[in-house]
């Protein structure tokens, strides 16, 4: 059985184009690099460059499997064909646990950003309202969703140009704000480059990855795209240009705008900017854009693992439950598995709402660095297959593969061995991958011989 048998193909150019940009920028931009910048000073700015280059190949690895096989199963499926299904199942479970984190991390940041209007109001409600709204969305229709994100994604692309308009020239024009003047000399004058040392930058780069998850979402959409062999090569290159001038550009603007001390974990770093402009309104609006960015990442988290566990389902690799296709066209079955998981991160944010964020952007991180390993084994494999005369490798190809694959695997790879150095939140992470480990291969002593006992025309 095809996994996008059921779906309705009913995303168009202007929706997926706008899904890639709505998965490249997400809250950890909005909200993490305010943190990360108090921690590792101007010189963070490198770590999204390194992780810039490595979601580069990563996106052009997908390209590649996606002009190969559009389907909505993405990677799961690529993982079956190029690895094997133990593959499939468990890159598909992390990839489970990628966006079940993130929904939590989302959800916590839209409480932290209602708390500067409403700081009395109790911030695990807020993200309660939160989930009922994108949860709802969802369930309506694959439309409503296409179209709720195309105006999210609008409001954050508006919101990224008008900091890089205005920060551009408050750098020009030497402006001073917040008791201090902007300019280049902020990226060294308030103790270096790096203030705090180099192997805080390194350090950095597990949020860094976290931050550039999602990009991979327009890869989800491609089962129900019309035309995808001419919508995605455009949509996957457009993400690629956007990562260098939305995250780079803009955290290299925010640390010459403001000494990188101005900056914390409490608020987002672009309202912080606005706010120390001094104009009333500008805060406020750049907050309520925040806000939206977050509603977007969470509602396209439970749009992907919907579609993702509906896939596995479909094999006998996720509760039958998860399979299940409502009158609309919608999985809501693996839906509601995730929302309950967001459900359970709220009430993390009830107990520990200091660190809840934290946790759960490092636990996401692991399901970006699998599913990103996934994507560039496969292209790795693929391109071996074609070699030998399997398959047919198609035009839009990874540059520089397989050399660049196995040299952005080494840098996920580092990036996984540098959490335990890191903060407790993140040590915290990495102790939960040998549960992890067991719990999928727990999961699949289970799974496979179910498998192996369905009949091939069931499979």
Not at 23 to 52: E, N
Not at 328 to 337: D, S
Not at 424 to 432: E, I, S
Request: some cysteine; glycine content about 10%; aromatic content about 12%.
């Amino acid at each position: 059985m095809k996994t996008d048998e059921g779906y309705s193909h009913a995303l168009g150019n202007r929706q997926v184009q706008m899904i890639a940009i709505g998965g490249a920028i997400g809250v950890g931009l909005f909200l993490g690099s305010g943190g990360r910048l108090q921690a590792a000073g101007p010189a963070l700015v490198l770590s999204y460059a390194a992780a810039g280059l490595a979601a580069f190949f990563v996106m052009r690895a997908l390209g590649e499997l996606v002009l190969y096989k559009p389907t909505s199963g993405s990677f799961v499926e690529y993982a079956a064909d190029f690895v094997g299904p133990w593959a499939a199942f468990a890159s598909g479970w992390m990839y489970w646990v990628n966006w079940a984190f993130t929904g939590i991390a989302e959800l916590t940041a839209i409480s932290t950003y209602v708390g500067l209007w409403a700081p009395q109001f109790p911030r695990w409600v807020t993200a309660l309202v939160a989930l009922a709204f994108v949860l709802t969305v969802n369930l309506l229709s694959v439309r409503l969703f296409g179209e709720l994100e195309f105006w999210f994604a609008m409001l954050k692309v508006l919101a990224i140009c008008a900091f890089l308009v205005v920060g551009l020239a408050l750098v020009i024009f030497g402006t001073s704000l917040g008791g201090s003047t902007a300019g280049v000399g902020n990226l060294v004058d308030h103790g270096g480059f790096t203030p705090n040392g180099f192997p805080v930058v390194l350090m950095s780069l597990q949020s860094v990855i976290f931050a550039y998850s999602s990009i991979e979402l327009v890869g989800i959409a491609a089962g129900e795209t019309r035309n995808p062999r001419e919508i995605m090569p455009r949509a996957v290159n457009g993400v690629i240009w956007r990562i260098a001038v939305f995250y780079v550009g803009s955290v290299l603007l925010l640390a010459m705008v403001l000494p990188w001390t101005a900056y914390g974990p409490g608020q987002s770093p672009f309202v912080t900017v606005f706010a120390a402009l001094g104009v009333p309104w500008a805060a406020d609006a750049m907050n309520l854009i925040v806000i939206t960015a977050a509603m977007s990442s969470c509602n396209s988290g439970l749009y992907s693992t919907g579609r993702i566990l509906r896939a596995m389902a479909i094999k006998g690799e996720a509760p039958a439950f998860a399979g299940r296709l409502g009158s609309r066209h919608v999985p809501y079955g693996g839906i509601l598995i995730t929302a309950a998981v967001f459900l359970a991160g709220v009430a993390l944010y009830y107990f520990v709402p200091e660190r809840a964020f934290n946790i759960a952007t490092a636990v996401a991180s692991l399901g970006v660095v699998t599913t990103w390993g996934a994507l560039l084994f496969c292209q790795i494999r693929l391109r071996e297959a074609a070699e030998r005369g399997l398959l047919e490798r198609p035009s839009f190809r990874m540059p520089g593969s397989p050399y660049t694959g196995w040299a952005t695997l080494g840098f996920l790879a580092l990036v996984v061995l540098l959490m335990p150095f890191a903060d407790a939140d993140q040590r915290v992470a990495f102790f939960c991958i040998p549960l992890l480990v067991a719990a999928i291969a727990a999961g699949w002593r289970i799974v496979d011989p179910r498998r192996r006992a369905r009949s091939p025309l069931d499979r």
